[in-house]
């Protein structure tokens, strides 16, 4: 029995794939999940991952590239099906997980493509992802911050610091409360044993022409200016995160950091994962030699990180698996599942690539049910304004409704009404709901009285999307639950 009352019965396991192309490298991990059915005196039966086991993680791989710019797809093909092959396993047996693109590769000229590509030959339900703040979270998922930070008594931080860039997630009381993204990389500046750099990051040669620092491609490097580069970059970097500092000022920063209002609040302990934070276990190099033993700076930056956060008065540690961390999480925590009271209609399901636009509550729904009708309305001519028609020629999307006061029908009769309006007006073959709330059946069921069974439907609960992801809804597995990937596609400038 669980806390609460409510007891976990085991139901079957799945069996999950992870693969992180990376700035740096490549890898890929297979994993077990075990999934169960909790119940409880008052409450639906819910699905959700209670377990996972690791069958088989892959060496790290070389990311192969084209030149400068381009991922060398192939090569990279190659690469995924040994790897399957070295775990026992064909695509066929891969029940759900994600391909993720990272870092600065994210930003090559071919990422987008590819992702999909390696995503469609990875297994039916894996799922393509990219984006400096998806990779936070599933950094800090993987490497356990957000279960340590239920017990931790304040917000736990991770930063996953790879080849191009690093990128914080915050966590409080298992909960995910914000982002930070840095032009922070082991890899951004390369240097031989002599000394020779042999190639310097445009965002980080951008940096160091205004701050006046003289660091050019085909000289030899300046030990005490590389000493100097690392110690300021860990500085910004945990001003940022431990003192409050305004994201938005420190040059490092890219894309749009995510923090609340009110700030990390008491930061307990932080964690360092990624490539730099394995290295943060190892002595500090004492030369440029010893700098340069995987050709690049990262020894030396995870050095200047820990020296750095010696003056707060937080904990810092390796994440667990740091160089796995993104990785583990891409496997496990992309999945949300479905079953407490889904409705969905005969061979409508799988479905792939679904765009959300996510419903803006009124505040006087319970009181004012009409008020509901407005707001499906504005929801259903947003997503016809922003989406066109997908290959059958049809119009096609999901509306998330956020949570709501459960017990109020009537929210629910209005809901099925607008949607069922909207629907016949416009001719939309497919209407697709996703409910934080148990109510797809009741809402599915209204839909189907309302149409008289002509409108096709697929209603989905415990499903929690935002405005702008998009949905892979699996089949039905075991005829009770239904797997969904949730998936933020954002390609972020490096620039």
């Known amino acids: 029995m669980a806390a609460g009352g409510s007891s976990i019965e085991q139901d079957r396991e799945i069996t999950s794939v992870g693969i992180d192309i990376g700035t740096s490298t490549t890898k890929m991990v297979f994993s077990r999940l075990k999934i169960g059915r909790r119940y409880g005196v008052s409450m639906l039966p819910q699905y959700q991952i209670t377990g996972r086991t690791i069958v088989y993680e892959s060496p790290m791989h070389l990311t192969p590239l084209i030149g400068e710019s381009q991922i060398d797809l192939p090569a990279l093909q190659r690469i995924l099906s040994a790897e399957y092959r070295s775990a026992a396993l064909e695509p066929g047996d891969i029940d759900t997980g994600a391909v993720i693109i990272t870092g600065e590769t994210a930003v090559r000229p071919n990422a987008d493509s590819i992702l999909h590509q390696l995503a469609g030959d990875s297994g039916e339900f894996v799922v393509a992802q990219a984006g400096g703040d998806l990779e936070a979270v599933l950094a800090g998922k993987g490497a356990g911050a957000e279960i340590r930070s239920q017990r931790a008594g304040g917000t736990v931080i991770n930063v996953d610091i790879g ?27 390369m240097l031989e044993r002599d000394g020779t750099l042999t190639k310097i990051s445009p965002s980080v040669k951008q940096w160091l022409d205004s701050e006046g620092l003289k660091m050019r491609e085909g000289e030899l490097a300046d030990w005490h200016l590389l000493l100097e580069v690392t110690q300021r970059w860990s500085e910004m970097l945990l001003d940022v995160l431990l003192q409050g500092s305004e994201p938005q000022a420190c040059p490092l920063v890219y894309g749009h950091p995510h923090l609340p209002a009110e700030g990390a609040g008491k930061v307990t302990e932080l964690w360092i994962s990624g490539g ?20 690049d700076i990262g020894p030396l930056l995870a050095h200047a ?30 999945l949300q599942l479905s079953g407490s009271t889904v409705f969905a209609g005969p061979d409508l399901l799988p479905l792939r690539n679904i765009p959300v636009v996510r419903l803006v509550w009124p505040v006087q729904a319970a009181e004012q049910p009409e008020s509901v009708t407005d707001s499906v309305e504005a929801a259903f001519a947003a997503g016809a304004a922003r989406y066109s028609l997908d290959e059958q020629g049809e119009l096609r999307f999901a509306i998330a409704i956020p949570e709501f006061t459960p017990g109020t029908y009537p929210v629910i009769r209005r809901i099925a009404e607008a949607v069922t309006c909207y629907s016949q007006m416009h001719r939309m073959k497919l209407i697709i709901l996703v409910c934080e709330n148990d109510i797809a059946k009741a809402l599915g069921n209204s839909i189907h009285l309302l149409s008289q069974g002509g409108q096709q439907c697929v209603c989905l609960d415990q499903i929690s999307a935002a405005h702008g992801d998009y949905l892979d809804i699996g089949s039905p597995a075991d005829g009770e639950y239904i797997p969904v990937a949730v998936k933020t596609l954002v390609f972020q400038s490096s620039q």
């Open 305 to 334: 990180i820990r020296k750095a956060a010696e003056r707060y008065p937080v904990q810092v540690r390796t994440a667990p698996g740091a160089q796995r961390a993104t990785v583990i999480g891409a496997g496990v925590h992309t």
């Open 276 to 295: 730099v934070g394995a290295l943060m276990e190892q002595p500090a190099p004492r030369s440029i030699a010893e700098t340069a033993r995987y050709g």
């Open 163 to 189: 080849g191009g860039t690093a990128n914080a997630a915050l966590f409080r009381n298992g909960a995910s409360t914000g982002t930070v993204n840095f032009h922070i990389g082991g890899r951004l500046i």
